[in-house]
T-cell receptor, first 112, second 113 residues
Framework: AQSVTQLGSHVSVSEGALVLLRCNYSSSVPPYLFWYVQYPNQGLQLLLKYTTGATLVKGINGFEAEFKKSETSFHLTKPSAHMSDAAEYFCAVLPSGNMLTFGGGTRLMVKP | DGGITQSPKYLFRKEGQNVTLSCEQNLNHDAMYWYRQDPGQGLRLIYYSQIVNDFQKGDIAEGYSVSREKKESFPLTVTSAQKNPTAFYLC????????????FGPGTRLTVT
């Protein structure tokens, strides 16, 4: 079965600092990979996705993620954090079936 | 505007009562999904439906039931058999063959006491 591990349930950064949210997956076959963002008491919004092709994927709000097959990772980064980035972030994979499997989520806090 | 509507946003029930959560979409999507979200556990799939009048159990279907009589509607009933019903419930939909690109509603927070 597929699994997704997000290291760190809470991450705190200062405004303007680098954001790095970690995601590792278990799969013998590279799946499709996704990052979603959830603001308080709201649904999830797709930030970016990797399906095929270029391994560095750019998403909305200045976020990007790089698929590294050798490390089975898909970490999310943003060069400079903004207060509005404070939210919960979910990594998800889509294996050979058609249902998404989500990680446990990482809550990002941005300090002024 | 196209989107997914979930109502109500907050719902309170007494233990032992069944409760139905509403999910409506006007995106003309074929597939719809129900997830449960608990702190630190991410989202877990309860039920999904790829077409009208058909649905499948997800990972945690016990204590829940659904129906899909119309393309735009996918209500979820939380029955009294669900042992821990208090949670945040999210509905999503997707175009028929693009199950990876799901659009989410704003969610319903259910509290059972």
């Amino acid at each position: 079965a597929q699994s997704v591990t997000q290291l760190g349930s809470h991450v705190s950064v200062s405004e303007g600092a680098l954001v790095l949210l970690r995601c590792n997956y278990s799969s013998s076959v590279p799946p499709y990979l996704f990052w979603y963002v959830q603001y308080p008491n709201q649904g999830l919004q797709l930030l970016l996705k990797y399906t095929t092709g270029a391994t560095l994927v750019k998403g909305i709000n200045g976020f990007e993620a790089e698929f590294k097959k050798s490390e089975t990772s898909f970490h999310l980064t943003k060069p400079s954090a903004h207060m509005s980035d404070a939210a919960e972030y979910f990594c998800a994979v889509l294996p050979s079936g058609n249902m998404l499997t989500f990680g446990g989520g990482t809550r990002l806090m941005v300090k002024p | 505007d196209g989107g997914i509507t979930q109502s109500p946003k907050y719902l309170f029930r007494k233990e032992g009562q069944n409760v139905t959560l509403s999910c409506e979409q006007n995106l003309n999507h074929d597939a719809m999904y129900w997830y449960r979200q608990d702190p630190g556990q991410g989202l877990r799939l309860i039920y999904y439906s790829q077409i009208v009048n058909d649905f499948q159990k997800g990972d945690i279907a016990e204590g829940y039931s659904v129906s899909r009589e119309k393309k735009e509607s996918f209500p979820l009933t939380v029955t009294s058999a669900q042992k821990n019903p208090t949670a945040f419930y999210l509905c999503a939909s997707s175009i028929g063959d693009r199950y990876y690109e799901q659009y989410f509603g704003p969610g319903t927070r259910l509290t059972v006491t």
